[in-house]
């Protein structure tokens, strides 16, 4: 599993290359995670589990799911840190939730 984050930072007079701004200079938090599953097949279901309903609006949160080969690609932007906080810990626990259920009942097309 890989993951990066970047958080919001108001640069000083050198300036900072790590910032994540939009075009009104508010800063974001970023963050992303790359899960390997054994097939792409695999990856495709947790995607499709895990992506039912998008992020409410009010919370100023985005989430993207995509599947490249066999691996899960989550990104999260989110101008809030409790926010942001909020989504990433729930997915991660539905995240949990759905690695449990495939461990549980084998690979696509065992039963």
Partial sequence: MEASIQRPHHPGPGGDSNTTVDNHGRGFYDFSLSIPFPSSMEA???CRSL???????RSGVQRELTVIGN???????AEEAR???AS?????D??????????RFGPPGSH
């Fill in 44 to 46: 495709e279901i947790a």
């Fill in 51 to 57: 992506n039912p309903d998008p992020e409410p609006r």
């Fill in 71 to 77: 691996k899960l690609i989550l990104h999260w932007r």
């Fill in 83 to 85: 926010f942001f906080r």
């Fill in 88 to 92: 990433v810990t729930t997915f991660l």
């Fill in 94 to 103: 539905y995240l949990a939730l759905v690695l449990q259920t495939m461990e």
